[in-house]
């Protein structure tokens, strides 16, 4: 394989892909990740075989892994959501497997148990309740995204011999709001229902809701059983990747020693990302809470200075509280396309990630204006 270099055809399509990922990167306003990171320091670490396969926390025969350092990085997301020392959690693949991996050990423990989220729930979720065979119910949302806690009551109560499994979304995908855990325990107590699982999906609000002062608590410390948090969204990461993490115990009832790793079979996929864990360690060391925390604010204060914009020009926007995300009337398919847009129904958003700046939202709106006939 040596001194071989590329057929020109194919070098050719490899500089247009790099041009057209660029090109494509200028406009990226519509989806929940950081463009701004930079991991070249790590470049030495592609050069191996690395794989996290087993379980972090126990040693393996497969050892050109990073299970040190993603310990570090659990250990990080312990802290900010309160973990206390009775933790356990991997690194995924992104927010999908980590909600897969909370639902898993919601079944684990209870088989019969039903399944309620909302109708604004993460699509993924829909499909991992199949794949694991779960009985589920839809509870209705509000308006600006949130679970509806009357409907959920209601039903509740009519399914009160049937151990709950909450499936409480911690920033909505396309309004960024928070299902109130709090309230939802709450109701249970109301119902005298004492027997329940959480599972909060923080896929992104699980790196701004502890960097805001007055969020929703959603942690373990408020009552979450399991928690999924991405690291490819607020972080930011060539690769996608996020964590999973839970309550130890529960996670002790269904680890399965395997003797052809000699590790514990505790995680959804066998062979695992080695990089990603490395990629959000060195984030997570070089920028800390602090950064993080004001990463966050300054984004909150973007996402205000859009819809100061958009009210400007007399078009209606708004956002939840502790979401940067920015919800204002659907535009043509020609500006979803450029802008690389999520719409939904008769709306679309603009999700302010630490990469996007003043200039980048007066660059989205001057094209909005047009699209829209404005003067
Ligand atoms: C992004 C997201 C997911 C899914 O994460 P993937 O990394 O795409 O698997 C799930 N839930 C919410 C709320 C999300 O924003």
Not at 129 to 134: E, G, N, Q, S, T
Not at 174 to 193: H, P, Q, R, S, Y
Request: hydrophobic share 35%.
């Amino acid at each position: 394989m040596k001194n071989k270099t590329l057929p020109k055809d194919d070098k050719e399509k490899l500089d247009q892909l790099l041009t057209k990922l660029e090109k494509e990167s200028n406009h990226f306003i519509g989806y929940p990740c950081n463009l701004s990171f930079d991991y070249s320091e790590l470049q030495p670490f592609y050069n191996f075989a690395i794989n996290n396969v087993g379980d972090p926390f126990v040693s393996s025969n497969y050892r050109v892994n990073t299970h040190e350092l993603e310990k570090d990085v659990l250990k990080f997301f312990a802290e900010i959501t309160h973990a206390q020392d009775d933790y356990w959690g991997y690194v995924t693949n992104g927010g999908t497997e980590g909600n897969m991996y909370g639902l898993y050990l919601a079944r684990e423990i209870h088989p019969e148990g039903i399944a309620y989220f909302s109708q604004d729930t993460h699509y993924s979720v829909t499909k991992i309740l199949r794949i694991l065979r779960m009985k589920n119910i839809m509870i209705r949302s509000q308006n600006n995204g949130e679970i509806d806690y009357e409907d959920l009551e209601e039903t509740l109560k009519i399914k009160r011999d049937t151990v709950p499994i909450i499936m409480a979304n911690i920033g909505t995908t396309m309004t960024g709001a928070v299902d109130n855990i709090i309230k939802i325990k709450g109701i249970l107590e109301k119902l005298a229902i004492s027997d329940y699982y959480i599972h909060c999906d923080a896929a992104l609000g699980g790196m701004l809701l502890p960097f805001i002062d007055g969020a929703p608590e959603f942690d373990f410390k408020a009552g979450a059983d399991s928690i999924s948090i991405s690291g490819h969204k607020f972080i930011g990461s060539p690769i996608p990747c996020g964590i999973a993490i839970a309550k130890r115990k529960n996670v002790d009832r269904i680890a399965r020693s395997i003797e052809y790793v000699g590790t514990l079979d505790t995680t959804l996929t066998g062979s695992r990302n080695g990089l990603t864990p490395l990629f959000m360690w060195y984030a997570i060391k070089k920028w800390g809470v602090e950064h993080f925390r004001s990463a966050v604010q300054h984004c909150l204060e973007i996402a205000d200075y859009a819809i100061d914009e958009f009210k400007k020009m007399g078009q209606p926007a708004w956002r939840n509280s502790c979401s940067t995300t920015v919800v204002f009337d659907r535009p043509s398919e020609n500006l979803i396309t450029r802008w690389q847009l999520a719409p939904y129904k008769d709306f679309a958003h603009l999700i302010i990630m630490p990469h996007v700046t003043k200039e980048w939202v007066n660059r989205f709106l001057e094209d909005y204006k047009k699209d829209r006939g404005l003067k």
